[in-house]
């Protein structure tokens, strides 16, 4: 089989670098003015997730820091779900491989499994939360703002969702996912809204990370203002969300998923695809098929959401931890995330069944996406079938010329320079 011709491009992305991160962490902290909301003594769970969010320790270190100055007691929850399958080890683990833990946050990380019950929606269901995040004095949340990989809405992944599906452990993840299948996720704003009546809710430390994955901003909401914040801050984090530049696309191949990455390992506002219960979708890149090579050692083995690929390798299927990928499909209701699918020995074996199964075009004429993973687009690997697209496009340039797709002696692709530094 004739391979297509490659290049290396990279696309102009939304540049906002926050420049002193500690200093915007504090400034946010205090305009608040917590002195008049708390007392000294005062327990507070800071709660936070397991997204690979830029500097996130040092954001959680600098809160925590602030907090402490007031004489205030506070000490980490891990709020994600089912994910780290639903453990205190498999929590702690995953805040660990993001750099996070009780030495460098100098506070105790509290991960336990069992959850109290704070409130009841109107559709009867419980709203559960972190046993020991419910007994603190006051609850503080940090996170990103950024579009949904699941759903769509005015609130999408952030605060709110925090708020109650993080903290809800994984018993409370599964409540409100399968009760979504009937009522939507406009159910979290529901649960966030009865969460701060009948608890202390100091602030959420809102994210926002620019097309680098840079932070951006640093924003603290405050509980009389939560929704309208996070309405906002959502479309400026979707303005600034890099995206693939072309349209109509035969293969993209993602060097690697993973949790870090998205929550569903690539995320679906970049592919254009989402398979699920809720809605299924193919939206611009319009990709025929996607071929995914490897699983990122930061996952942990957790491969939620291969489900979305067409075509992987026996390497990325060997390396999957089913237990926690399977746990944490069940919980978000989404079984079609974790099914495994057809997968070869060596990426060529992969690209050439991509090729034969996307209709009546030539191998050497297909129109074909190489990247490192979703979140890592600025550089990206691009067929000849392109070429016009990019020599018109003022916002694209070519790094490397066109050469043929090289293979090492094993079948698998070399190295062509994906992550290149400027």
């Not at 939304?14 to 420049?19: D, G, Y």
């Not at 506070?107 to 019950?117: C, K, N, Q």
Request: glycine fraction near 8%; charge should be negative.
């Amino acid at each position: 089989m004739l391979f297509p011709e490659m290049a290396l491009v990279r696309q102009r992305l939304h540049a906002e670098k926050l420049e002193d991160i500690p200093a915007a962490t504090n400034k946010a902290i205090q305009g608040l003015h917590l002195a008049s909301a708390t007392k000294p003594g005062d327990s507070i769970a800071v709660a936070v997730g397991s997204r690979g969010i830029s500097h996130i320790p040092l954001i959680i270190s600098e809160c925590v820091k602030s907090l402490k100055d007031l004489g205030l007691k506070p000490f980490i929850v891990p709020a994600m779900g089912s994910h780290g399958g639903n453990t205190p080890k498999g929590e702690l683990s995953v805040l660990a491989g993001l750099g996070i833990n009780e030495s460098f946050a100098g506070v105790p990380i509290l991960a336990a499994e069992d959850v109290a019950r704070v409130g009841t929606l109107e559709i009867g269901i419980p709203i559960l939360m972190d046993r020991r995040a419910a007994e603190a004095d006051h609850l503080v949340v940090i996170n990103r703002i950024k579009p949904h990989t699941k759903f769509h809405g005015t609130i999408e992944s952030g605060l709110t969702k925090m708020l109650t599906v993080g903290l809800g452990k994984g018993e409370g993840a599964a409540l409100y996912h399968r009760a979504a299948v009937q009522h939507t996720f406009s159910i979290l704003q529901d649960a966030a809204r009865r969460i701060m009546e009948s608890r202390s809710v100091l602030f959420g430390l809102a994210i926002l990370e620019d097309g680098h994955k840079n932070v951006s901003r640093i924003s603290a909401v405050r509980p009389e203002n939560w929704f309208e914040a996070e309405r906002a801050l959502l479309e400026e984090a979707r303005f600034m969300m890099p995206k693939i530049p072309f349209d109509l696309i035969d293969i993209l191949i993602v060097d690697e998923i993973g949790k870090e990455i998205s929550g569903i390992g690539m995320d679906s506002n970049v592919t254009g695809r989402h398979r699920d219960i809720i809605g299924d979708f193919r939206t611009a890149p319009h990709v025929k098929r996607i071929f995914v090579r490897d699983l990122s050692p930061e996952s942990n083995g957790n491969g939620n959401g291969i489900g979305l690929a067409d075509v992987t390798t026996r390497r990325l299927a060997d390396a999957l931890d089913l237990e926690k990928t399977y746990a944490n499909a069940l919980t978000a209701i989404s079984p079609e995330k974790a099914a495994i699918p057809m997968y070869f020995d060596t990426d060529r074996e992969c690209i050439k069944a991509c090729l034969n199964t996307i209709g009546m075009v030539k191998p050497e004429t297909a129109r074909i996406i190489h990247i490192k993973n979703t979140a890592t687009i600025e550089t990206l690997s691009v067929s000849r079938a392109l070429e016009d697209n990019v020599v018109s496009s003022p916002d694209l340039q070519i790094l490397r010329p066109w050469e043929p797709m090289a293979f090492d002696d094993s079948g698998n692709l070399e190295d062509c320079g994906l992550t290149i530094d400027d």
